[in-house]
Nanobody
């Protein structure tokens, strides 16, 4: 079982940057694809980005393509989400999750962190 723990959230002005980290515990973390989701108040949890177990494949939601970059360090068991050119609509709680299956739905991910708040002011 993988247990992700997110960090790095905060308050930033529009146009700024933040880097989120997800430290995942468990001996088999490197076997899992990892993903980032976000949930704004009153909205459903939505897919942001996913990275394959070896970092060789990534995919992104259209709303963040070209602005966000997902990466991982399997030695440190950590996944990152570099967020640039942030917009107020990026404001949400960001969650890290692990998956052994394909897909970008929340139900495709089996282990979830507690989330970290990102607030982008205009």
């Amino acid at each position: 079982q993988v247990q992700p723990v997110e960090s790095g959230g905060g308050l930033v002005q529009a146009g700024g940057s933040l880097r989120l980290s997800c430290a995942a515990s468990g001996r088999t973390v490197r076997n899992y694809d990892m993903g980032w989701f976000r949930q704004a108040p009153g909205k459903e949890r939505e897919f942001v980005a996913r990275i394959s177990w070896n970092g060789g494949s990534t995919n992104y939601a259209d709303s963040v393509k070209g602005r966000f970059t997902i990466s991982r360090d399997n030695v440190k068991n950590t996944v990152y989400l570099q967020m640039n050119s942030l917009k107020p609509e990026d404001t949400a709680v960001y969650y890290c999750a692990a998956s052994l299956s394909l897909g970008s739905r929340p139900s495709d991910f089996s282990s979830w962190g507690q989330g970290t708040q990102v607030t982008v002011s205009s």
